[in-house]
């Protein structure tokens, strides 16, 4: 017949709690140091503590060694954290801040926050502000303990921990080089920019003048053109005009030639006379009239060669506007070429934009990758101190299982002292009776019996000091390996 073995009633966070604190108590027993150590160690800082302090705690003595320890290990003491407490109470409290919250309770609540961190990482999970407020002598006693240990333990680490401390500060001191040539390049980038602005605004207001020159300068050909042409007509209707009245001056003085041959003929008959007059008179009015047309045509004409003067200082005033209009057109090709240059050199530090937007995104993935390396390395630290520490137990345990041998070799030792001391006395006390009984030994024998005892004293001496040096040999390596 079987039976199902007794179940526990007891829940099983409760039983994990127990177990949890059963582990927190055996790590404790073997972290605990004594009074005396503790006062030393606090000593050797500076710090004037005895044991009576110790067992009969002092709260503001306890603050004062507290607050230099974490100045030690972390740099925080309450002046530290008094700026930012001002600054939270005045957030929560308005002007109230000092009246509600004193500066001494505050700068102590800040600093306990601080401090408990700093327990935390010591492996004081169970630390509160009555630690601070009303210490005992067990609660002390545990946090000191705890907290010598770990600076101990930090000491042995140094050379590791400034390690990391160098190649975080290098980290730090790469990535805000970075930033700063960061900052330094947008700063460059966007001066680029706006300079690429302004030259696009210039570009733009020159390509729109040139524009309206070249539209202004075709207007100004084709008026050129047109006056060049009216100034050929001009000039060949002068020509004709000109010929025509030396042809008609050539007829008149001619015409005056006949007249004075025929003025003697005047003389004749009335009636002949009358009809010639009346020819003569048609003639002349004709001559008259025709010479009227001809001053009329002379004075336009001569209208017609101020016209062409004036049209000549229009196309003068033309021609020297269009040597300005090439000059001008000469500046803005040669605005266009820089422009062309600066738009080549624009281009260029584009590149160089683009090239140091790439090399920012390398070194982001290098320090991300660093970060990453970084967290590893932290990891692996952190494996590394808890194996350290477990070997630490490991060596502990030993020590204390060399400690037991040591202790049960001595008492081993001890009785055989006493034995060996027994057998000299039982023998001497045989040889005094076989002396007194009349029976005495040989001097052969006597030696004998006295070689043995001393081979056996030296072999028991000899086995004495091998322990003993076996047991210094362990000792020395414990000392070695803490």
């Given at each position: 017949?079987?039976?199902?073995?007794?179940?526990?009633?007891?829940?099983?966070?409760?039983?994990?709690?127990?177990?949890?604190?059963?582990?927190?108590?055996?790590?404790?027993?073997?972290?605990?140091?004594?009074?005396?150590?503790?006062?030393?160690?606090?000593?050797?800082?500076?710090?004037?503590?005895?044991?009576?302090?110790?067992?009969?705690?002092?709260?503001?003595?306890?603050?004062m060694i507290f607050e230099w320890f974490g100045e030690l290990l972390m740099n925080k003491t309450r002046l530290n954290v008094d700026p930012a407490m001002r600054a939270a109470a005045e957030d929560v409290c308005g002007d109230f801040g000092d009246s509600l919250m004193p500066p001494d309770t505050r700068n102590l609540m800040g600093f306990f926050a601080s401090l408990r961190r700093l327990m935390l990482d010591c492996g004081v999970n169970d630390f509160n502000f009555m630690d601070l407020y009303k210490p005992t002598h067990d609660r002390l006693v545990k946090i000191f303990s705890y907290i010598i240990n770990f600076v101990r333990f930090r000491e042995s680490q140094t050379s590791v921990i400034d390690e990391h401390c160098n190649r975080a500060e290098n980290t730090k001191a790469r990535i805000e080089q970075l930033y700063s040539e960061n900052q330094n390049m947008e700063a460059q980038l966007d001066e680029m920019h706006a300079n690429r602005r302004q030259m696009e605004a210039l570009v733009n207001d020159k390509t729109r003048r040139n524009e309206e020159l070249k539209k202004r300068l075709l207007?100004?050909?084709?008026?050129?053109?047109?006056?060049?042409?009216?100034?050929?007509?001009?000039?060949?209707?002068?020509?004709?005009?000109?010929?025509?009245?030396?042809?008609?001056?050539?007829?008149?003085?001619?015409?005056?030639?006949?007249?004075?041959?025929?003025?003697?003929?005047?003389?004749?008959?009335?009636?002949?006379?009358?009809?010639?007059?009346?020819e003569l008179s048609n003639t002349l009015n004709g001559d008259k009239t025709h010479i009227d047309a001809l001053e009329r045509r002379a004075r336009a004409l001569q209208t017609s060669t101020d016209s062409f003067a004036v049209v000549s200082a229009d196309v003068a005033s033309c021609i020297k506007l269009l040597e300005e209009i090439a000059v001008e057109l000469a500046k803005e090709e040669e605005d266009n070429a820089k422009n062309a240059k600066q738009r080549d050199a624009l281009t260029e530090r584009g590149a160089n934009v683009?090239?140091?937007?790439?090399?920012?995104?390398?070194?982001?993935?290098?320090?991300?990758?660093w970060t990453e390396r970084t967290e590893t390395l932290r990891a692996q630290s952190q494996e590394k101190a808890q194996r350290a520490k477990e070997k630490m137990e490991e060596l502990r345990a030993v020590h204390k299982k060399l400690t037991e041998e040591r202790s049960e070799k001595g008492r081993d030792m001890e009785r055989r002292r006493v034995?060996?001391?027994?057998?000299?006395?039982?023998?001497?006390?045989?040889?005094?009776?076989?002396?007194?009984?009349?029976?005495?030994?040989?001097?052969?024998?006597?030696?004998?019996?006295?070689?043995?005892?001393?081979?056996?004293?030296?072999?028991?001496?000899?086995?004495?000091?091998k322990m003993e040096a076996h047991i210094k040999l362990y000792i020395t390596e414990m000392e070695q390996a803490i």
């Open positions: 017949m079987s039976f199902n073995p007794r179940m526990s009633i007891l829940p099983a966070a409760q039983q994990q709690s127990r177990s949890r604190k059963k582990e927190e108590e055996a790590a404790y027993a073997n972290m605990r140091l004594p009074d005396r150590e503790i006062v030393g160690c606090i000593n050797e800082l500076g710090i004037s503590f005895t044991v009576a302090d110790l067992q009969k705690p002092n709260p503001i003595q306890v603050q207007e100004l050909r084709w008026n050129q053109e047109k006056v060049a042409a009216r100034l050929e007509e001009a000039k060949t209707r002068k020509g004709e005009l000109a010929a025509e009245l030396e042809e008609k001056t050539a007829t008149k003085i001619a015409l005056k030639q006949d007249s004075a041959k025929l003025r003697p003929y005047t003389l004749q008959s009335p009636l002949a006379l009358q009809s010639s007059l009346t683009r090239e140091v937007e790439r090399t920012e995104s390398l070194l982001q993935r290098q320090h991300a990758k034995r060996i001391e027994q057998i000299e006395k039982k023998v001497c006390s045989r040889i005094v009776r076989s002396c007194l009984a009349g029976s005495l030994l040989t001097d052969r024998q006597m030696l004998d019996l006295k070689e043995n005892i001393e081979n056996e004293v030296h072999a028991a001496h000899d086995e004495y000091l």
